[in-house]
């Protein structure tokens, strides 16, 4: 590989990523720029086209591309790089086994999924993404991979899958879709990806951040505390630094995951001073309530700051009392819940 394309492996692996061989071929041979001929929104807001000059550099980034918006709100991407191949190592799908991937999005992940030997139906719910998707792929001259127009809680009825690989966030899971399952699952405001075995058991393989699904998958389940309208400020101080150094992006996504577990206001905020969103106890009001910065330190604000403050402490010595326990050692049981028109199945308990 020469030009931009050179260091990409090298780029999903930063950060800890390993790659088998036969998945880094894949991403060294499925040529990304070609699922993204429209271009993609650059992270300061603007479109980058293919003819600009940083466009390839973006594309051989460990990045996501968002290629269509909404308004404001990202309603279609080709994933981070690094997230991907882990979704797909941790699928593990052997040659000649059959792959139904709900979100196409640009259909990237499906001609990877293609180059790994699978036979791939992937279904998207947006027509225009469908179309861009097929004429990529037929570009890439990518071959068994069929992209249907549908809603993906329906699944696809007929179909004899291997596994099911989900690429955008739900709230939960489709009891139509045969079992085993790779998907980003809602949970304290994010979307850690899941593995749901044959078994129906589930465990957390990454922390990860996802677009919202549209449908059943999401829509009659609105998320059990969304983030505060605007910055989470003027904060006051319930105590003092407990991490020096502060936790580290994982640790603290465990943190995060555990005060999921045990609050059910739990969600995302952007708070000052952190350039990454913050773990926030958000109060009935979604104005005030407390957070806790990787430092570890509790911040409150709002008519309840108080008994909210009194929370995140909870939160965080159980935590810690517990040895700091990691998102992947929890054992998640589904349940189904919601719309009974149109059921899913959501995590409901959780041991260690
Ligand atoms: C993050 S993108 C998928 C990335 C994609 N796998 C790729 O390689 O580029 C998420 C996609 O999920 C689609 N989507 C959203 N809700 C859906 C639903 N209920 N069923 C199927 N697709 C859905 C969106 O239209 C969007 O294109």
């Given at each position: 590989m020469s030009g931009p394309r050179a260091g990409y492996l090298e780029r999903i692996r930063q950060g800890g990523m390993v790659l088998s061989p036969r998945l880094a071929t894949a991403f060294a041979e499925v040529p990304r720029e070609v699922f993204v001929p429209e271009g993609f929104q650059r992270r300061d807001g603007t479109w980058a086209e293919p003819?600009?000059?940083d466009f390839l550099d973006i594309v051989y980034s460990d990045d996501v591309l968002v290629?269509?918006?909404?308004g404001r709100t990202p309603v279609s991407s080709s994933s981070q790089p690094s997230l991907m191949a882990l979704m797909l190592e941790t699928l593990d799908v052997r040659p000649g086994q059959t792959v139904l991937e709900i979100g196409t999005g640009t259909g990237y992940n499906a001609a990877l999924l293609s180059h790994l030997g699978a036979r791939v139906v992937s279904i998207d719910v947006q027509a225009d993404v469908v179309e861009r998707a097929r004429a990529a792929l037929a570009r890439a001259q990518v071959g068994n991979v069929r992209v249907e127009l549908a809603d993906g809680y329906a699944g696809r009825p007929g179909l004899d899958a291997d596994h099911v690989i989900v690429t955008v966030g739900v709230a939960g899971i489709s009891p139509h879709w045969p079992r085993p399952i790779v998907a980003p699952v809602e949970h304290a405001g994010t979307h850690p990806v899941l593995r749901i075995a044959t078994d129906g058991t589930a465990r957390v393989v990454t922390p990860a951040g996802f677009m919202t699904a549209a449908g059943p998958l999401t829509a009659a389940h609105p998320f059990p505390a969304p983030a505060p309208p605007g910055v989470f400020s003027e904060l006051t101080p319930y105590?003092?630094?407990?991490f020096d150094p502060p936790l580290d992006a994982l640790a603290y996504r465990d943190l995060w995951y555990a005060a999921g577990v045990w609050h059910r206001r739990a969600t995302h905020a952007a708070v000052p001073g952190h350039e990454q969103s913050c773990l926030v106890l958000l109060d009935d009001e979604r104005t005030g309530g407390a957070t806790i910065t990787p430092d570890g330190r509790i911040s409150a604000r709002g008519a309840q700051a108080d008994k909210y403050a009194a929370d995140a402490r909870a939160v965080l010595d159980r935590w810690l009392d517990l040895g700091r326990p990691a998102m992947g050692a929890w054992r998640i049981t589904l349940a189904a819940g919601g719309d009974p028109a149109a059921p899913i199945l959501m995590p409901h308990t959780w041991e260690l």
């Open positions: 003819a600009d000059p290629t269509k918006v909404d105590g003092e630094i407990v």
